[in-house]
């Protein structure tokens, strides 16, 4: 008996190990088979939870858009720069221009500065303006900082820091700057730009703010009538940026508009359909596209030369063409045409109390930036600083200093030797304001030798320079 007891207990120590593994040998050779690729498994199917696509780790530029532009004005760099150099090109001042959707806008250099400081702008991988133009003259392309206001103003080839170089703006004159002919003209900048890539007018982009009401006064109330606009879209043309003559403006008008408009512009003609009746007049022209600011009014009546319009009504049998959009008539024409129609609409020109005809500063070449100073010294304690008037002048029949920025708009003329021969007589020979008793009167600067010839011309160039 005891026997057959330490032999089953040796049986059961010898044996379990290789119970053991002989269970987990089997465990694993039935499902995977004799070669143990598994090919026999019967596992089940894991179901694995989706995961959102994520964005890739380089995203692509955003896209400037309206929606991150609240309240800014949509602006080639074209009519930026032009505008800001013609404008005086001040640091701090603000300037006006129309927006790519027409409407009235102020900017500064803070939002020209935009277009040499930001890379890929131009173009697709375009590098910033100021990687090649900097402060470091020493290696700066064209030894020409773009990287601060007083680094544009000094100019090109600068020999230091201390020296100014060639002057890069034209004085003042876009049409005359090196920094038009190398971005539009030419195209050589920005360097290596790819043929076709950038477009005429440069790379459009959010900047300033619209101005509010347009030209509206202070003295106007909300009630005034909105700005008559075209039923069909669009900005306006390269019109409003030329030069206008209304010469040949109205050489074009008789034969394109006359037969609608009438000879001089006084309309009446039938209409059948519109809510009218008739084709409008444009002389007097809708009030509300008259401003004293010639950017301004030139833009209002470009609109409807550009795009056309059609009128109200159920049917009218006439519309007015798109001329600028079907390429009737060049842009040139139109610019004529504008100024053809904004010398119709003028009331008589003023003129001062004093006699006297244009002195020699109409023949010289103003210089804004000379002209400002000297205004600054001898006008803006009547004018205002910056040509805003309103200063008190009892006695006379207005009660106030006339304005100089806005000008009186009869004096405004698209030929700039017309435009500065009517500011040049009040220079020249002084005028005292109508009135029982004015308390002060316009000097006679020329007349009286206080200021230079070349001193009134430069004032001229400024004055002009706060009304465009």
Not at 124 to 152: E, F, K, R
Not at 346 to 364: D, Q, T, Y
Request: proline share 10%; hydrophobic share 35%.
């Amino acid at each position: 008996m005891k026997r057959n007891f330490n032999t089953w207990m040796l049986l059961l120590i010898f044996g379990m190990p290789l119970l053991f593994i002989a269970y987990i040998a089997g465990i694993y050779f039935v499902p995977c088979g004799l070669n143990a690729d598994c090919s026999k498994a019967n596992l089940p199917v894991i179901i694995h939870t989706p995961i959102p696509t994520i964005f890739p780790a380089t995203m692509p530029v955003p896209t400037s858009g309206k929606q991150v532009a609240a309240g800014k004005c949509e602006v080639n760099a074209k009519t930026l720069l032009s505008n800001w150099v013609n404008s005086g090109y001040k640091e701090l001042d603000p300037f006006q221009f129309i927006d790519n959707n027409g409407s009235p806008c102020q900017a500064s250099y803070a939002d020209v500065k935009t277009l040499f400081q930001e890379g890929n702008l131009w173009y697709t991988g375009a590098p910033a303006c100021i990687t090649c133009h900097n402060s470091n003259l020493v290696s700066a392309a064209a030894q020409m900082d773009l990287s601060s206001y007083a680094g544009i103003t000094a100019g090109s080839r600068r020999t230091s820091a201390g020296v100014k170089g060639n002057d890069i703006l034209g004085g003042g004159n876009w049409d005359k700057s090196l920094l038009n002919d190398m971005l539009f003209i030419e195209e050589k900048m920005p360097l290596g730009r790819p043929p076709g890539a950038v477009p005429p007018d440069g790379p459009v982009i959010f900047g300033g703010s619209q101005v509010a009401g347009g030209s509206v006064s202070a003295t106007q109330t909300p009630s005034t009538p909105e700005v008559a606009r075209p039923s069909n879209p669009g900005g306006p043309g390269e019109a409003i940026n030329l030069t206008g003559d209304p010469i040949q403006g109205n050489v074009v008008y008789q034969a394109n508009c006359a037969s609608c408009h009438g000879e001089n512009g006084t309309g009446g003609l039938l209409n059948p359909g519109s809510t009218d009746g008739t084709i409008p007049p444009l002389s007097p022209i809708d009030p509300t596209l008259v401003d004293p600011n010639y950017l301004i009014y030139a833009t209002n009546i470009d609109l409807f030369i550009q795009h056309g319009s059609t009128p109200e009504g159920p049917n009218p049998s006439k519309s007015m063409p798109a001329w600028g959009d079907q390429n009737t008539i060049t842009q040139q024409q139109i610019a004529d045409v504008i100024a053809f129609i904004i010398s119709l609409n003028k009331s008589e020109v003023a003129r001062p109390s004093n006699p006297g005809g244009p002195g020699e500063a109409i023949n010289l070449t103003g210089d804004p930036v000379q002209g400002e100073v000297v205004y600054q010294a001898n006008c803006a304690s009547c004018h205002g600083e910056n040509g805003t008037g309103g200063l008190l002048n009892p006695g006379s029949t207005d009660g106030t200093i006339p304005p100089l920025g806005p000008i009186d708009p009869t004096l405004v003329d698209p030929n700039y030797l017309i435009y500065a021969t009517n500011i040049d007589l009040f220079i020249q020979h002084g005028s005292t304001p109508e009135g029982p008793n004015p308390s002060k009167s316009m000097p006679a600067w020329g007349d009286q030798n206080t200021i230079t010839q070349q001193q009134i011309a430069d004032v001229i160039a400024y004055i002009i320079s706060l009304n465009k």
